[in-house]
């Protein structure tokens, strides 16, 4: 059985940085897509960024591109999310996700496994 769990959310003030990380259990995503998602209160869950091992490819939304960096471990299984510069609007849950099937998908539903989130904060 496949689990992602994240960690290293928190409350920051703008201009801090955060960085999150994904390790996933059960399986190994080393050919797959793993990514992050954020979801805002009252908001839809909304794609931020995800990398793909073929190739190294990665994606970025253009509200976080400069500012957050995704990275991965194959070795560890694990995917990390450098949080940058960030502003109140980036205050969300952010959600670890991930699938076997190596294509670079920027909508939720493309996914298979998800993590439980992780609250992120950040102050004016």
């Known amino acids: 059985q496949v689990q992602l769990v994240e960690s290293g959310g928190g409350l920051v003030q703008a201009g801090g940085s955060l960085r999150l990380s994904c390790a996933a259990s059960?399986?190994?995503?080393?050919?797959?897509?793993m990514g992050w998602f954020r979801q805002a209160p009252g908001k839809e869950r909304e794609f931020v960024a995800a990398f793909s091992r073929s190739g190294g490819r990665l994606d970025y939304a253009d509200s976080v591109k400069g500012r957050f960096t995704i990275s991965r471990d194959n070795a560890k299984n694990t995917v990390y999310l450098q949080m940058n510069s960030l502003k109140p609007e980036d205050t969300a849950v952010y959600y670890c996700?991930?699938?076997?099937?190596?294509?670079?998908?920027?909508?939720?539903?493309?996914?298979?496994?998800w993590g439980q989130g992780t609250q992120v904060t950040v102050s004016s």
């Open positions: 996700a991930a699938d076997f099937r190596n294509s670079l998908q920027r909508s939720p539903t493309w996914y298979s496994y």
């Open positions: 059960g399986r190994t995503f080393s050919s797959g897509v």
